[in-house]
T-cell receptor, first 112, second 113 residues
Framework: EAQVTQNPRYLITVTGKKLTVTCSQNMNHEYMSWYRQDPGLGLRQIYYSMNVEVTDKGDVPEGYKVSRKEKRNFPLILESPSPNQTSLYFC???????????FGPGTRLTVT | AQSVTQLGSHVSVSEGALVLLRCNYSSSVPPYLFWYVQYPNQGLQLLLKYTTGATLVKGINGFEAEFKKSETSFHLTKPSAHMSDAAEYFCAVRNWNTDKLIFGTGTRLQVFP
């Protein structure tokens, strides 16, 4: 089944404790992206990747890192999480230039 | 710069009534426009999309949207609401350079029996 998977789905952590949210797709898509969803703000892009070893900042990249060493994986790294990073995070993928993007199920992160 | 505005953060309708969710866009180039639906505790699912060609686009679950360039609108409609339509709906436009989806702030649809 074609899908985007994210792990973990739920995470509660403390300020400053490094964490990684994994994202994997099995559709051989070049394009991958991370969004965060906050009430009243919709979804905002954090980082994106057009292909392996190519990443770029989105609209709200501060406090986040990403890497794209393999085509299928695009982990989101929070090296020192803060409470303002409490949010719902979505990973998405698509073929480059394609119209449709496929979204993962989301990761709900709480930083205390 | 491209942007999307969704009018009304909450919309309530009775079961069987018309659903109308409003979306206006801003784009200096021909836009690719999307409607996504998010059911409680789930990810985003594509309802429908407009790229080129026919301006009336039909999607899943009986939804449709009409691209109106003169009004810069892409409103989502469904003739008869069902209880299962209760969800949050997002309008989005695609950025030509980065493939980024630029989302509106969402409209939560409630359906009353």
């Amino acid at each position: 089944e074609a899908q985007v998977t994210q792990n973990p789905r739920y995470l509660i952590t403390v300020t400053g404790k490094k964490l990684t949210v994994t994202c994997s797709q099995n559709m051989n898509h070049e394009y991958m992206s991370w969004y965060r969803q906050d009430p009243g703000l919709g979804l905002r892009q954090i980082y994106y990747s057009m292909n392996v070893e190519v990443t770029d900042k989105g609209d709200v990249p501060e406090g986040y890192k990403v890497s794209r060493k393999e085509k299928r994986n695009f982990p989101l790294i929070l090296e020192s999480p803060s409470p303002n990073q409490t949010s719902l995070y979505f990973c998405a993928s698509g073929t480059q230039g394609a119209v449709e993007q496929y979204f993962g199920p989301g990761t709900r992160l709480t930083v205390t | 710069a491209q942007s999307v505005t969704q009018l009304g953060s909450h919309v309530s309708v009775s079961e069987g009534a018309l659903v109308l969710l409003r979306c206006n866009y801003s784009s200096s180039v021909p836009p690719y426009l999307f409607w996504y639906v998010q059911y409680p505790n789930q990810g985003l699912q594509l309802l429908l999309k407009y790229t080129t060609g026919a301006t009336l686009v039909k999607g899943i679950n009986g939804f449709e949207a009409e691209f109106k360039k003169s009004e810069t609108s892409f409103h989502l409609t469904k003739p008869s609401a069902h209880m299962s339509d209760a969800a949050e709906y997002f309008c989005a436009v695609r950025n030509w350079n980065t493939d980024k989806l630029i989302f509106g702030t969402g409209t939560r649809l409630q359906v009353f029996p």
